[in-house]
């Protein structure tokens, strides 16, 4: 259970430090990190040696941490690969590993995450101080919706019951289930993605139940970007007559790492102490400075992990930068999620995320329910325009040339790319009870 807390912070001697005095503190965790990596982990041994660096005194302070290398996704996967089933990036003995989950696999074998009873309480720790910041508070009653099963999300099982709050787990795929829960037990909070949020009020809307009479106070959303959009925001707590904040992590590293307060001006970061973040330009892979209005990918360095640490993992999660002491209290950085690199277009030399023509889309609503399908007309990233782009209609709302011209201009006037939009009936693209997928490459030339 959680210990005490003040005012609307889990952790406030933590979350009230500044950025510099983190990194101070953070110091000695790095330089224990490092040697820990190279005294046990044969991947970051022949990784960080081939980069000049033979001990942790060689790499310097948390400062210089730009010139060591980073460490991707493909190699993670091509480690395990090598020395199945977890890798020779592993830097803990098998009988300290406690759990091990793992990634879909939807491309090829699933990659490993092994974890020990540390990095277990250090992941509901990080996660504890996410949700409590997106709302959730003990004695509160709280439904989910997600997987429990083989995936880094089943530790949120774990957090919350850290919370001290009544947990009411569904699942995914399970919505009859859930909305008989919602009516008769009456949760305060719902954790879910956002498109299972959005789902779940067409749902109940098509089924004539009101959605702001089921007692929900508190929606966090997390799994996928969309949750800060303003008008998917403002659709939902229209809704459900709750508020929407929304919590981000990544599973190489923790299950949770950001989170949103009541201010609702970006997502706090929770990770102090343990996670180390940094911010590139992911095409030049330079540092960009962490200041108001800046952009970039972050980059994670687990400062205290022991089965799997990452050094300098390249997260791929693109992200606007806000600064300064929040109205909450807090001080730490705060970030909203623009898109991920896994969706990048690139249309005659312009980068496109998914994530901005949906938002642009949805200004058109209630004309349009703001389910879209960019579907290309060729695979791989680049494309030429006009880019396809399915665009489902509202509820009552008949096809009109004219809205396709508007919506086609939006988008070119914003985010310069030439788009054709066909207009499709309510409830003709795919509902996701989970995450959504934006692009649809199933009509695609090879």
């Known amino acids: 259970m959680v210990g005490r807390v003040a005012g609307d912070m889990l952790r406030p001697g933590i979350e009230t430090r500044t950025p510099a005095e983190q990194t101070a503190l953070d110091q000695p965790s790095y330089r224990a990190q490092l040697d820990y990596l190279l005294a046990n982990s044969a991947f970051y ?9 033979r001990s942790a005194r060689d790499a310097g302070e948390l400062s210089d941490i730009a010139n060591l290398p980073f460490t991707e996704k493909d190699e993670i996967r091509a480690s395990q690969a090598e020395a199945p089933p977890f890798g020779t990036h592993v830097a803990a003995p098998r009988d300290k590993i406690a759990r091990v989950f793992s990634t879909s696999g939807t491309t090829g074998d699933p990659v490993y995450i092994p ?28 439904t989910s919706t997600y997987n429990a099963g083989p995936f880094v999300a089943g530790v ?58 089921l007692g929900l106070k508190r929606i966090s959303v997390a799994g996928e970007p969309g949750g800060g959009d303003p008008l998917i925001r403002e659709r939902l707590q229209t809704a459900f007559g709750a508020m929407v904040c929304e919590a981000m992590g990544i599973g190489d590293v923790s299950i949770s790492l950001w989170g949103e307060c009541d201010a609702q001006q970006g997502m706090h970061f929770c990770g102090g102490d343990y996670v180390h973040v940094e911010l590139i330009d992911p095409e030049t892979e330079k540092p960009v400075p962490i200041e108001d209005g800046a952009r970039g990918e972050l980059v994670y360095t687990a400062l205290q992990r ?30 909203r999620c623009i898109g991920r690199t896994d969706d990048l277009l690139i249309v005659r030399g312009v980068n496109v995320f998914p994530t901005a023509i949906r938002s642009i889309v949805a200004e058109f609503a209630p004309q349009v329910s703001g389910a879209i399908a960019i579907k290309p007309a060729k695979k791989g990233v680049r494309q030429d325009p006009p880019l396809p782009i399915a665009v489902e209609l509202g509820a009552e709302t008949a096809a009109d040339a004219g809205l396709a011209q508007a919506i086609e201009q939006a988008i070119r006037s914003r985010l310069v790319v030439g788009t054709k939009i066909d207009l499709v009936p309510y409830g003709s693209l795919p509902r996701s009870e989970y995450k959504t997928k934006l692009v649809d490459f199933s009509t695609a030339a090879q």
Request: glycine share 8%; hydrophobic share 40%.
């Open 45 to 53: 041994q022949r990784k960080l040696q081939a980069a000049g660096f």
């Open 156 to 213: 949120a099982l774990d957090t919350v019951a850290s919370l001290g709050v009544c947990h009411v787990p569904v699942g995914t795929g399970n919505t009859t289930r859930l909305v008989r829960a919602m009516q008769l037990i009456r949760p305060q909070g719902l954790l879910c993605t956002p498109s299972y949020a959005v789902y779940l009020a067409e749902h109940l809307a098509d089924h004539g139940i009101a959605a702001d009479q």
């Open 115 to 142: 974890v020990t009873k540390a990095d277990i309480a250090m992941w509901v720790e990080i996660s504890s101080r996410s949700y409590f910041a997106t709302g959730m508070r003990p004695g509160m009653t709280i």
């Open 306 to 335: 022991e089965a799997a640490p990452m050094l300098r993992f390249r997260s791929r999660d693109h992200v606007v930068v806000h600064t300064g002491r929040c109205t909450c209290g807090r001080s730490t950085m705060r970030v």
